[in-house]
């Protein structure tokens, strides 16, 4: 959910409820559009530890905006960074070494039996904790997507945005790498 909050007469006067207006998001665009929101800045605040909370929009200071502004490019550029150092995936078939009859050993070969189970009982056990829609999405998107089938394919089958998909996308997948930091 988006909230959109201004500051009551247009002007800081303290973070109390009694300073602040709340619109909705069409009253919210239209003042950034109009010659009023002109002058005014506003940051948007996003909590990944909870996003339920959703997207918050509130006036700040220029100021206070221009911190926030270089804090998040300085997040965007280590984004960048790492995106640009993608971490490289190998297959289990990739033959490691031929053994001494001239058998290729892979790295599957390598993984002792009881690792994969217990793997697929961690993600089993995370998934659960998923709302039902939550682990419908996850399995159209990657488990079930034998047609391999784009986002925007999948967004349009199920009546919305690619925008909303991605941003569900990205909740879910927050909320699995959440539950392997923890477990």
Not at 121 to 147: M, Q, S, V, W
Request: net charge negative; proline share 4%.
């Amino acid at each position: 959910m988006k909230r959109y909050l201004i500051w009551k007469d247009g002007t800081f006067k303290g973070t109390e409820d009694k300073f602040w207006t709340e619109l909705s998001g069409k009253e919210f665009y239209a003042l950034v559009k109009s010659p009023a929101g002109k002058g005014r800045y506003f940051i948007h605040s996003f909590d990944w530890e909870d996003p339920e909370a959703g997207d918050w929009y509130f006036e700040a200071t220029k100021e206070s905006f221009d911190k926030w502004h270089v804090f998040q490019q300085a997040r965007y550029r280590k984004l960048m960074e790492k995106l640009q150092n993608p971490i490289e995936f190998v297959s289990l078939d990739q033959v490691l070494y031929y053994d001494d009859n001239g058998d290729p050993v892979t790295l599957a070969d390598t993984i002792p039996e009881e690792v994969p189970d217990a793997i697929f009982g961690e993600i089993d056990e995370i998934l659960e904790t998923l709302k039902p829609e939550e682990r419908a999405l996850i399995n159209l998107l990657f488990l079930d997507n034998y047609e391999n089938k784009s986002e925007v394919k999948i967004a349009e089958e199920l009546g919305v945005l690619h925008q909303t998909l991605n941003y569900r996308k990205k909740i879910i997948l927050k909320k699995i790498r959440g539950a392997f930091c923890r477990n």
